[in-house]
């Protein structure tokens, strides 16, 4: 089955505790991304990658790493978080097949962290 | 700051009338255009995307594209209680790779 995964689906951390939220896709896809959603604010991009070794900076990078080695995995790594990280996260992926960028994307179940 | 504004709702809509849900989008650059469909609870899902100014239906659904007035909508026709959800505006940046959403509207379809 074609699927995004991220784990912890669930999280509760004390400030400056580095956590890793891992995401993982089984489609062959070049685009992942991470968001966050916050109430009243909508889903704000945070990192997107392109390809192997290819990320960027979205809306509100701020306070979080990632890093792309494999074409599947895409982590997110909060080094030292804080209480205004705590958020719903969604990881995903899309393939770059037309000239305009993403397509379809295809997101995880979520992962709600709550920072301490 | 690139925006994505729609209104917040809820919409509430009797079962089989047309909802109209509208977006509107500051980046003139922008070329790229989805409409998400989320769950309470769940993630967000595709329901269309569309990339050229005029109308696209699938099924009971057709969005719209004005780039003009920087405007795209979706219509849901025959509105079943299962579309019961919140609508999510999605846009791409100028550089095509980043996105834009909007903060959703959320749809009550009644029985």
């Known amino acids: 089955e074609a699927q995004v995964t991220q784990n912890p689906r669930y999280l509760i951390t004390v400030t400056g505790k580095k956590l890793t939220v891992t995401c993982s896709q089984n489609m062959n896809h070049e685009y992942m991304s991470w968001y966050r959603q916050d109430p009243g604010l909508g889903l704000r991009q945070i990192y997107y990658s392109m390809n192997v070794e290819v990320t960027d900076k979205g809306d509100v990078p701020e306070g979080y790493k990632v890093s792309r080695k494999e074409k599947r995995n895409f982590p997110l790594i909060l080094e030292s978080p804080s209480p205004n990280q705590t958020s719903l996260y969604f990881c995903?992926?899309?393939?770059?097949?037309?000239?305009?960028?993403?397509?379809?994307?295809?997101f995880g179940p979520g992962t709600r962290l709550t920072v301490l | 700051q690139k925006e994505v504004e729609q209104n917040s709702g809820p919409l509430s809509v009797p079962e089989g009338a047309i909802a109209s849900l509208n977006c509107t989008y500051s980046d003139r650059g922008s070329q790229s255009f989805f409409w998400y469909r989320q769950y309470s609870g769940k993630s967000p899902e595709l329901i269309m995307s569309i990339y050229s100014n005029g109308d696209k239906e699938d099924g009971r659904f057709t969005a719209q594209l004005n780039k003009a007035s920087q405007y795209v909508s979706l219509l849901i026709r025959d509105s079943q209680p299962s579309d019961s959800a919140t609508y999510l505006c999605a846009v791409n940046g100028d550089n095509f790779n980043k996105f834009y959403f909007g903060s959703g509207t959320k749809l009550n379809v009644k029985p």
């Open positions: 995903a992926s899309s393939s770059l097949a037309g000239a305009l960028g993403p397509d379809t994307q295809y």
